[in-house]
């Protein structure tokens, strides 16, 4: 599958993760920045550095973009994240400031076997009775 190009400050904050590098990947966030990470919130340079040195890189964290959506002002990725604490299926969901992160929202991932995507499908695009 081929992903959509992604917003620069978005492709940014990936390849800092993906080569494990610190001060891009603090360079990539506004000053008022933060990492929203299932509710725990880290605002600013020191911050986002503390939960990436448990969480991220240094934990050898790496992204692998599978699915690319756009909502509103929003960039949703999901991706499968692969590191030393955890691993799995994630939405990062980046919000910019400028041409800067202003923050980046992580939460689970589901995926939704074929089958049932395709039922989906077919019930979205099936016409509907007016309720008139």
């Excluded at 080569?19 to 919130?41: I, T, Y």
């Excluded at 400028?98 to 499908?121: C, H, M, N, Q, Y």
Aim: aromatic residues 12%.
């Amino acid at each position: 599958m081929t992903l959509p190009e992604l917003p620069q400050y978005v492709a940014d904050f990936l390849d800092a993760v993906n080569r494990h590098d610190e001060a891009a990947l603090l360079d990539s966030f506004s000053p008022d920045g933060f990492v929203d990470d299932w509710g725990r919130v880290f605002t600013g340079r020191e911050a986002i550095k503390g939960w990436s040195d448990k969480q991220l890189i240094g934990a050898g964290g790496t992204i692998s973009p599978e699915k690319v959506r756009y909502n509103g002002d929003a960039v949703i990725v999901t991706g499968d994240y692969r590191s030393e604490r955890v691993n799995g299926l994630f939405a990062f969901t980046f919000r910019r400031d400028g041409d800067k992160l202003a923050s980046v929202k992580i939460r689970t991932a589901w995926r939704v076997p074929r089958f049932v995507s395709g039922v989906l499908e077919r019930f979205r695009q099936t016409p509907r009775a007016s309720s008139s």
